[in-house]
């Protein structure tokens, strides 16, 4: 089997295919099969340079093309999986080693408005967070940008005042999303103020990249410190794990170089007894992500992302739901995602 041409299907943002700048791109092959997947980048950045370095080549020999560029165009990767697992009329999961059939969800949400979300009170916070438990979910989580963090924290008391242990709550600080990064004074303040109110982790305290201050926060908080969203060199995730500085990895589908790159990075958490969840995304964004996830099994949830409340997910994804031959495009019960179980990353597009 041959790759024979790499191009653009769908390429727009209109809510059609979930979070951030939206494509679909697709790779074929000289035996018919159809590889595709989404990508959170514009694919013209680099679609003529996996041209060049794919067609002709066997779209099975994922480890030779990471060294030829591949590590860089996660989503092509993503669809030479697809192809793979068309091929042999599985899903992913199931060829990486198929650990689980559905895994327990968080919802990070973000409000419209103001970034930092200032504009939204604790209450209403809480209020939706009671709506989303009141619909089976039982894990959420919110930004960190407020000017003064110790807002951030009277939010997240709020909705543990809320829902209490039925539902956790995470922090997502994302130091460089706001703007400006936290001294450690600042870091540890907050950290430990999350811990009294019941937090369940505080994500990328520092700025992205950042080992030694994240190491020395991870030693001396008991709330996980977590992080890696941005990262895909299997150098640095090992030196995060070597100095301690994130109680869970959080590399991403799509940044962290593709799904057999995430498997490697899991596989070093795994060694040091360390958690691997994935950042997440939304729609068919989410596809590549559930299927490497559900093949880890230091992998105990999923991210959905972004969330704009009151919205549910699956009023997200309703869009995407026609113009794919098998709605839904997931299913979630309880609180939990079912891993999609047709081949390749699980959804076939309707023609035209």
Same mark, same amino acid.
């Given at each position: 089997?041959?790759?024979?041409?790499?191009?653009?299907?769908?390429?727009?943002?209109?809510?059609?295919?979930?979070?951030?700048?939206?494509?679909?791109?697709?790779?074929?092959?000289?035996?018919?099969?159809?590889?595709?997947?989404?990508?959170?980048?514009?694919?013209?950045?680099?679609?003529?340079?996996?041209?060049?370095?794919?067609?002709?080549?066997?779209?099975?020999?994922?480890?030779?093309?990471?060294?030829?560029?591949?590590?860089?165009?996660?989503?092509?990767?993503?669809?030479?999986?697809?192809?793979?697992?068309?091929?042999?009329?599985?899903?992913?999961?199931?060829?990486?080693?198929?650990?689980?059939?559905?895994?327990?969800?968080?919802?990070?949400?973000?409000?419209?408005?103001?970034?930092?979300?200032?504009?939204?009170?604790?209450?209403?916070?809480?209020?939706?967070?009671?709506?989303?438990?009141?619909?089976?979910?039982?894990?959420?989580?919110?930004?960190?940008?407020?000017?003064?963090?110790?807002?951030?924290?009277?939010?997240?008391?709020?909705?543990?005042?809320?829902?209490?242990?039925?539902?956790?709550?995470?922090?997502?600080?994302?130091?460089?999303?706001?703007?400006?990064?936290?001294?450690?004074?600042?870091?540890?303040?907050?950290?430990?103020?999350?811990?009294?109110?019941?937090?369940?982790?505080?994500?990328?305290?520092?700025?992205?990249?950042?080992?030694?201050?994240?190491?020395?926060? *991870?030693?001396?908080?008991?709330?996980?410190?977590?992080?890696?969203?941005?990262?895909?060199?299997?150098?640095?995730?090992?030196?995060?794990?070597?100095?301690?500085?994130?109680?869970?990895?959080?590399?991403?589908?799509?940044?962290?170089?593709?799904?057999? *790159?995430?498997?490697?990075?899991?596989?070093?958490?795994?060694?040091?007894?360390?958690?691997?969840?994935?950042?997440?995304?939304?729609?068919?964004?989410?596809?590549?992500?559930?299927?490497?996830?559900?093949?880890?099994?230091?992998?105990?949830?999923?991210?959905?992302?972004?969330?704009?409340?009151?919205?549910?997910?699956?009023?997200?994804?309703?869009?995407?739901?026609?113009?794919?031959?098998?709605?839904?495009?997931?299913?979630?019960?309880?609180?939990?995602?079912?891993?999609?179980?047709?081949?390749?990353?699980?959804?076939?597009?309707?023609?035209?």
């Amino acid at each position: 089997m041959k790759i024979t041409h790499i191009d653009i299907i769908r390429d727009f943002d209109d809510g059609i295919l979930g979070h951030a700048a939206s494509a679909l791109v697709r790779v074929g092959t000289d035996s018919g099969i159809e590889g595709c997947a989404f990508s959170r980048n514009d694919p013209r950045t680099f679609i003529d340079s996996a041209q060049e370095a794919l067609i002709g080549k066997d779209p099975h020999a994922i480890e030779a093309h990471i060294g030829n560029g591949l590590l860089h165009w996660a989503s092509i990767e993503h669809a030479l999986w697809d192809i793979i697992g068309k091929e042999a009329g599985l899903p992913i999961h199931k060829l990486l080693g198929g650990f689980r059939e559905r895994l327990p969800v968080y919802l990070t949400c973000v409000w419209p408005g103001d970034a930092d979300q200032s504009h939204i009170p604790p209450q209403v916070v809480a209020e939706q967070a009671v709506a989303y438990l009141e619909q089976g979910f039982k894990a959420m989580k919110i930004r960190s940008w407020r000017s003064d963090p110790m807002d951030d924290v009277a939010v997240v008391k709020a909705v543990k005042d809320a829902v209490g242990d039925r539902m956790d709550i995470m922090v997502d600080r994302t130091a460089d999303g706001p703007g400006w990064i936290w001294d450690f004074g600042t870091a540890y303040r907050v950290a430990r103020a999350l811990e009294d109110v019941g937090a369940g982790w505080v994500e990328e305290p520092f700025g992205r990249g950042e080992v030694h201050e994240s190491a020395r926060l *991870n030693e001396v908080v008991d709330i996980p410190i977590t992080g890696g969203e941005g990262d895909y060199e299997l150098e640095m995730f090992r030196e995060y794990l070597k100095y301690g500085s994130f109680e869970i990895l959080q590399p991403d589908a799509f940044t962290g170089g593709g799904i057999l *790159n995430i498997k490697k990075i899991a596989a070093l958490a795994e060694a040091h007894g360390k958690r691997c969840i994935l950042h997440g995304s939304n729609g068919f964004g989410l596809a590549a992500g559930l299927q490497i996830s559900a093949a880890l099994p230091n992998c105990d949830r999923m991210e959905i992302c972004v969330v704009t409340p009151p919205l549910t997910p699956q009023e997200h994804w309703e869009p995407a739901n026609q113009i794919i031959a098998n709605p839904p495009l997931y299913t979630i019960c309880d609180g939990c995602i079912e891993i999609p179980q047709s081949p390749g990353l699980g959804f076939d597009l309707l023609p035209g």
